[in-house]
């Protein structure tokens, strides 16, 4: 049995209680569908884990858009100074225009250090080293 749901929500708890700003950047969960066609579209299935995750929260969004309490350190920066990317950024930042990046390979980009930066630099997950959703 996996840990990232009870894990998660031990997360998302404290964020609520301690980083308000932080809990307000947390997207609502993927539906299962939407996970299936981002698989899809990258042509290899998920992590269960990441597959978790997803459903509970589809990535933060970015928080210059929302108001926020000075004394927060960058809102939504609470996972190793990442941002949680939502599926469809996910599909975005492996590969443009249904054009896979050979770089990528196996792995499956899942969280970013400043969403305006363009080159990617954040968090990955080699798929090919994961039981598989699928």
Do not use: K
Request: charged share 20%; hydrophobic share 45%.
């Amino acid at each position: 049995m996996s840990d990232v749901l009870p894990a998660w929500t031990a997360i998302t708890d404290w964020l609520a209680v301690h980083a308000p700003a932080s809990h307000a950047t947390l997207r609502p969960g993927a539906a299962v569908a939407d996970v299936r066609s981002a698989e899809d579209a990258l042509g290899m299935g998920l992590p269960v884990d990441l597959v978790t995750l997803l459903t509970m929260c589809d990535g933060t969004v970015d928080a210059s858009a929302l108001d926020r309490d000075p004394d927060e350190y960058d809102p939504g920066l609470f996972l190793a100074q990442h941002h949680l990317l939502p599926l469809e950024e996910i599909a975005q930042v492996r590969g443009r225009g249904g054009n896979i990046d050979p770089f990528w390979g196996s792995w499956v980009p899942f969280a970013v250090t400043d969403y305006s930066l363009p080159p990617w630099g954040g968090l990955a997950i080699d798929v090919g080293a994961e039981p598989m959703c699928r």
